[in-house]
Structure formats: C-alpha cells, structure tokens
C-alpha cells in the first residue's frame, strides 16, 4: 500500500470515519489528518504533547508554533489538532457564496 493516499472520496472520508479519526479527547483524540496522509513540499512535525500525553501531528511550522503557545497555556486543557469539518456541504456552501473553489467528496 502507497503512504500517500493521491485522491478523494467519499470512500476515503467514510473509512477516516470508522477509523476513528477526528474524534476522542486527550490521550484518546485521533486527527483527521497525519502527517504521513499526504506528501509535504514543506516542513511537517510530530511534536509531544505533555497535556494529553500523545503525539501531536503538524502541517506547517505555523500550526507547530502555535501548538507551542497553546501547550504552555495554563488555561488549555484539551489540544485537537487538524480537527475536521465533518459537515462538509456547511463548508462547500461557504466556499461557494465567497466565490471559492472547493476541495470536496466526488
């Protein structure tokens, strides 16, 4: 099997679903994306979450400095990262009335 998944679909989101991904809390959160999903031009980082007691999966060296900020925050307790949209026609409705093309299900 490749690393990458390469396409889309309705498929694809289902089975992210009965994986678990997007759901839980703490130690017991999956996100709905790792970093091994797709390929990076850039830079992506797991970074240990000491909150939650897990690994923390990053796309960019912004998310990762922001998770920085958050961690050492007395007031956060719970950091879910690359949470997703489950409701995704919310969010093709929204690209659509602002003129956005969206990446959605086939």
Same mark, same amino acid.
């Given at each position: 099997m490749?690393? @990458?998944?390469r ?5 694809t989101?289902?089975?992210y679903?009965k994986?678990? +991904?997007? /759901?839980? +809390?703490g ?5 709905w994306?790792? %970093? ?5 031009q850039? +830079?992506?980082?797991?970074a ?5 007691g897990r690994? /923390?999966?990053f $796309?960019?060296?912004?998310e990762?400095r @922001?998770?920085y ?5 007395d007031?956060?307790?719970? %950091?879910?990262? /690359?949470?997703?949209l489950i409701?995704?026609?919310?969010a093709r409705? %929204?690209?659509?009335? $602002?003129?956005i093309? @969206?990446?959605?299900?086939?």
């Amino acid at each position: 099997m490749a690393k @990458y998944r390469r396409s889309w679909s309705r498929e694809t989101f289902n089975s992210y679903l009965k994986e678990g +991904r997007g /759901q839980g +809390r703490g130690k017991g959160y999956k996100p709905w994306l790792t %970093i091994h999903d797709f390929p990076s031009q850039g +830079r992506s980082t797991r970074a240990p979450d000491w909150k939650a007691g897990r690994v /923390q999966h990053f $796309m960019s060296d912004h998310e990762v400095r @922001y998770f920085y900020l958050l961690e050492w925050s007395d007031s956060v307790t719970d %950091i879910r990262e /690359q949470f997703p949209l489950i409701e995704y026609e919310v969010a093709r409705e %929204i690209a659509k009335d $602002m003129g956005i093309a @969206y990446f959605g299900l086939t």
